[in-house]
Structure formats: structure tokens, C-alpha cells
């Protein structure tokens, strides 16, 4: 059990690795990462140029914790996160799936910050 769940996080740092020779982040158009796990959901936008983190959203801040790591809260969390953005003049980024398969939670992020009105 333990060797798959190690083969399965290393399959995804290769194709986490892989996709960020291709993606990177500006000032004009910041990279808008998201991770997730069995109990949180994380998104992030990083101005990869600079180093700086622009603007983030977690299950985990005090406000935001009754949102569950599902599709559904993953669609709420991306809004939240869309509306952060508009806030700061972000209009466009380029997003990193960060391994993960495009799919259900991922997936819900994204068209919950496209929701929003950020365009990708």
C-alpha cells in the first residue's frame, strides 16, 4: 500500500516537472496554482519572474474553513479566488494544474475562478 501511494506521488512530480519547462508566470499574466489534498484545497497566483506570490486561497484560513475538499467547494474556492484576483487588476493567468489530472477537484477550480470573470 505504501509503495503505491509513493509510485503514485512520484508519477506526479514527473508530470508536475514536466509541465513547468512550459508554463511560468509574469507580472502581465501570473501562474495560478492549485493543490489539493484529502483535507484542504490551496490556490495560489505566483509572479514566477520576481518570486512573489500575488494572491492565495486555502480551506484553511479561518473564514473559509467550511469549505470541504470536494468539487463543489473546490467551484466555491475557485470563485473566491477569481474574485481576489479581479480585486488586485489580475485579468488573465496561465494555470498549472501541478500534476494533478485535469479532472473533478482540479477541474472545479478552474472553472470557478473562470466563473469569476479571470480569463485562462
Do not use: C, W
Not at 34 to 48: E, F, G, H, K, P
Request: hydrophobic share 40%.
Amino acid at each position: 500500500m505504501l509503495r503505491k501511494m509513493l509510485d503514485k506521488d512520484r508519477k506526479r512530480q514527473k508530470r508536475k516537472t514536466h509541465i513547468r519547462k512550459f508554463i511560468s508566470g509574469t507580472a502581465q499574466k501570473p501562474r495560478l496554482s492549485v493543490t489539493r489534498s484529502n483535507r484542504a484545497l490551496y490556490m495560489q497566483v505566483i509572479d514566477d519572474e520576481n518570486g512573489r506570490t500575488l494572491a492565495a486561497a486555502s480551506t484553511l484560513e479561518k473564514e473559509l474553513r467550511e469549505i470541504k475538499a470536494t468539487a463543489a467547494g473546490a467551484a466555491r474556492l475557485g470563485e473566491i479566488m477569481g474574485k481576489r484576483l479581479l480585486e488586485k487588476n489580475i485579468n488573465t493567468v496561465v494555470f498549472d494544474r501541478n500534476g494533478y489530472l485535469y479532472h473533478g477537484i482540479v477541474k472545479a477550480m478552474a472553472d470557478g475562478a473562470r466563473k469569476a470573470g479571470v480569463q485562462f
